[in-house]
């Protein structure tokens, strides 16, 4: 099946720093790319799509100055999250679908964000 | 507003037996739907999908029932197996959008 992987998995930082999560597709090219977040217990949440060549549309109640999105190019996608603060930790987990946008969405193993 | 639900927060089966897991969803307009099976700290794993003109779809020992007029689908694990223990998520879909319901964990004893 499709690879997606997520680096780092593991990630902690202090109150007011900046965060960056990578999103690769290893085996296919996604012109998008998804991110979710899931706190404990509770369902995944879409962030926002991202789109390469063109800007992140993100969803609603999503602050778009604090979660920062690039589609750099067709196999990656990239979410920083700035200047991070406790409620930030979380479980981020991107995915991104085969062939159109409404395929069947692989996803990432997902990043721990522990900010302290 | 909780658009895909999935009311049972955790199932026991006993190996061998079917497992059921369950999912509802409120809104019309979804036109496909996808079961993950997720282990903790790692991203789900797509597992089945069914569209929604389609009432059944079987892999191997998934089956992934959508009764529409309900809103209502339902995935069959048989016979479950101990490694079959995860959290399972159901998700729906429309366009590029996937809504999740909250998960629900399976666990299967030997």
């Known amino acids: 099946g499709a690879v997606v992987s997520q680096h780092p998995s593991r990630v902690i930082c202090k109150s007011g720093t900046s965060v960056k999560i990578e999103c690769r597709s290893l085996?296919?090219?996604?012109?998008?790319m998804f991110w979710y977040r899931q706190f404990p217990k509770q369902s995944l949440m879409l962030m926002a799509t991202?789109?390469?060549?063109?800007?992140?549309?993100?969803e609603q109640g999503v602050e778009k100055d604090k979660f920062l999105i690039n589609h750099a190019s067709l196999t990656l996608s990239t979410l920083t999250v700035t200047s991070a603060h406790p409620e930030d930790s979380s479980f981020y987990i991107c995915?991104?679908?085969?062939?159109?946008?409404?395929?069947?969405?692989?996803f990432g193993p997902g990043t721990r964000l522990t900010v302290l | 507003d909780q658009q895909v639900k999935q009311n049972s927060p955790s199932l026991s089966v006993q190996e061998g037996r079917i497992s059921i897991l369950n999912c509802d969803y409120t809104?019309?307009?979804?036109?496909?739907f996808l079961w993950y099976k997720k282990y903790p700290a790692e991203g789900p794993t797509f597992l089945i999908s069914?569209?929604?003109?389609?009432d059944k779809n079987e892999d191997g020992r998934f089956t992934v029932f959508l009764n529409k007029s309900a809103k209502h689908l339902s995935l069959h694990i048989v016979p479950s197996q101990p490694g079959d223990s995860a959290v399972y998520f159901c998700?729906?879909?429309?366009?590029?959008?996937?809504?999740f319901g909250a998960g629900t964990i399976l666990r299967v004893k030997s």
């Open positions: 995915s991104a679908p085969l062939f159109s946008s409404t395929d069947t969405q692989y």
């Open positions: 085996d296919f090219q996604a012109t998008t």
């Open positions: 991202s789109n390469e060549g063109s800007k992140a549309t993100y």
């Open positions: 809104n019309s307009m979804f036109d496909y």
């Open positions: 069914i569209s929604s003109i389609k």
């Open positions: 998700a729906a879909g429309y366009g590029n959008k996937l809504v």
